[in-house]
């Protein structure tokens, strides 16, 4: 659409950095149906948001939680590149803590796509903040729903290959205790 695209460059023109109006804006341009337009407003609302901005990160995660797959991988997208974005003056990526922390939010969802995104955003953050991608999951590998443990065991299993060898004590401990459970939840789920 001709005209969400011009106001997409407009907003990129005039809103200044940490512009929640149009940050939200933007946000809410990742449902639509045109895959430029999704494109155009990643680029100007991660241009928009500083380095672990919580506002662009939270209205970007949100839509998650969206029952359109396209708009889902929107949002990863944005969040991935949101996690990447620098602190000025350093090599210091600013927005991985706030990405694992939403995808974190998101792997207890009802919805299992909701749970599968979220997991999908915390691999494209992990190489670069693993350990902490991988605890957020393993927190969940002991929890009441069976999809909710399913989802948690095959986040922590792709995360911990990346881990070339060496060990995270609380992620091992976690693990083992629900594997070797004599109630076996982990198990039956996996």
Request: hydrophobic share 45%; aromatic share 2%.
């Amino acid at each position: 659409d001709r005209v969400q695209d011009a106001a997409i460059r407009a907003v990129a023109i005039v809103a200044g950095p940490e512009d929640a109006n149009a940050i939200d804006g933007l946000a809410s341009c990742l449902e639509g149906r045109y895959l430029q337009i999704r494109r155009n407003a990643t680029t100007t609302l991660v241009s928009l948001a500083l380095p672990g901005d919580e506002h662009a990160m939270a209205a970007v995660a949100l839509r998650m939680e969206h029952s359109s797959d396209t708009v889902r991988q929107a949002a990863i997208e944005a969040i991935t590149h949101l996690a990447g974005k620098v602190v000025a003056g350093t090599s210091v990526r600013g927005g991985d803590a706030e990405a694992i922390r939403e995808a974190e939010v998101r792997l207890t969802h009802a919805d299992e796509n909701v749970r599968r995104c979220a997991v999908q955003a915390l691999l494209l953050v992990a190489p670069h903040s693993r350990r902490d991608a991988t605890r957020a999951a393993a927190k969940q590998v002991g929890h009441g729903d069976a999809g909710i443990r399913k989802t948690a065991v095959e986040a922590v299993v792709s995360l911990a290959t990346g881990l070339l060898g060496s060990s995270d004590p609380y992620l091992v401990g976690q693990v083992e205790i629900h594997v070797n459970s004599p109630l076996a939840p982990v198990r039956a789920s996996s």
